[in-house]
């Protein structure tokens, strides 16, 4: 019973000498921990934001295209009444591609996968209704109808410019998230890896909007 006292103290001794350092260390590994992952968060926040900026922009620029089609079309009827069939699949073409509206949380590659396909069929049958342009002489020297022709080579050179930014962008926001140690608390904060936007080869040049 008389020795107790003495083991007591040494215990604390014992555990000023190893425990402290280890609890220092501890408190200064939680406040660290805690700091990267409030900078991590902000980062995150910052290129998210970043991506839904430059989604925005490709939205934007396919929005445009579908907004000049009515006007084209009504300029080819005024000239080609008899091109109906042309009519009806660029009017259905453009009512499937603008009823595919994504959110930057909807950027899987499935649903990237699903929106360029779409426009890919628009963009086919815009090309068909052009072609027909050929048998209209009038049509071709009519001053409306070359003047939305520029207008539509100005938008898809927009088109494919938001969509390599876009790619580029969410290429900034991937590395961010993937990498370690940052990966763990991105994904702990519900930022996970997004898909880019893929094109057809041949996608990265404009098509050629010439009669």
Not at 16 to 43: C, E
Not at 140 to 165: G, T
């Amino acid at each position: 019973m008389k020795n107790e006292p003495q083991v007591k103290g040494k215990g604390c001794l014992a555990f000023t000498i190893f425990g402290l350092p280890l609890l220092i260390g501890l408190i200064i590994f939680v406040l660290w921990a805690g700091f990267y992952a409030f900078r991590t968060y902000n980062k995150c926040v910052e290129r998210n934001e970043a991506v839904k900026n430059a989604w925005s922009n490709v939205e934007n620029a396919y929005q445009k295209r579908l907004d000049l089609i009515p006007n084209i079309v009504a300029t080819v009827k005024g000239y080609a009444e008899h091109e109906q069939e042309t009519f009806i699949a660029v009017t259905e073409a453009r009512s499937k591609a603008s009823s595919i509206n994504l959110t930057v949380e909807d950027l899987t590659e499935e649903n990237l996968a699903k929106f360029e396909a779409a426009q890919e069929e628009l963009n086919s049958a815009i090309s068909r209704l052009l072609v027909t342009v050929e048998n209209y002489p009038e049509l071709k020297a009519n001053q409306n109808f070359i003047d939305l022709q520029n207008e539509l080579k100005v938008i898809e050179a927009e088109i494919i410019s938001r969509r390599d930014l876009f790619n580029n962008t969410v290429k900034d926001y991937n590395v961010f998230v993937l990498k370690f140690p940052r990966n763990i608390f991105a994904k702990m904060f519900g930022f996970r890896e997004k898909s880019y936007f893929k094109a057809k080869p041949g996608a990265e040049n404009a098509p050629e909007v010439k009669f």
